[in-house]
């Protein structure tokens, strides 16, 4: 099969810059954390003040987008405990994923990050333990200037709502399934 290049490029009608934006990454496959923590580093780049509050991979995680976000300025908060899978108190994990909203939502209505990165902030919506309403609201109300990111699998059609890009991440293939587990310098 072969295709023509485009020799023209037609932009979609009433197009109009915006003060943020609201991206979701979702879906089965990987890349999800990958691909907002490539929008982190293109707005460091941009000299934007950028925050991420991870709300699963705890801080014994140590994934290598921290080690060099702290380096960049950007204020990190890993305040998950973990996989759930891994966990000897869900009670507790519920609790902590309370508490990364609180200051998630802090963050937000603060205003002083143009970026604020909600890394796998879907599954504890998901599972009940913070309110999606609630969620959707701050990020619908918050500062102009304030740009977020929201991951993970099964975003809630409310999410998917308010967001400006939704983008599915789809698994062809993953190397999990054939028994490699994740790689330090490729998965985290």
């Not at 995680?61 to 950007?74: A, C, D, F, N, S």
């Not at 879907?122 to 200037?145: A, C, H, K, L, Q």
């Amino acid at each position: 099969m072969t295709s023509e290049p485009p020799t023209e490029h037609e932009l979609p009608p009433q197009t109009r810059p915006a003060k943020s934006i609201v991206l979701v990454h979702t879906g089965d496959g990987k890349g999800k954390s990958t691909a907002a923590f490539g929008v982190m580093i293109r707005s460091i780049a941009r000299g934007w003040q950028v925050a991420v509050v991870q709300f699963l991979k705890s801080g014994t995680w140590r994934v290598g987008e921290e080690e060099i976000g702290k380096r960049l300025g950007v204020d990190w908060w890993s305040i998950g405990e973990g996989f759930t899978w891994d966990s000897d108190d869900l009670t507790r994990d519920e609790a902590m994923a309370r508490e990364a909203w609180k200051h998630a939502r802090s963050v937000i209505e603060a205003g002083t990050h143009r970026l604020v990165v909600l890394d796998e902030i879907t599954y504890p919506m998901n599972w009940g333990w913070i309110d999606t309403d609630e969620v959707v609201s701050t990020i619908r109300e918050r500062p102009e200037s304030v740009s977020i990111v929201a991951t993970g699998r099964d975003a809630p059609a409310a999410l998917v709502d308010v967001a400006d890009t939704v983008t599915e991440m789809r698994k062809v293939k993953h190397a999990y399934d054939v028994g490699i587990v994740a790689k330090k310098g490729i998965d985290y």
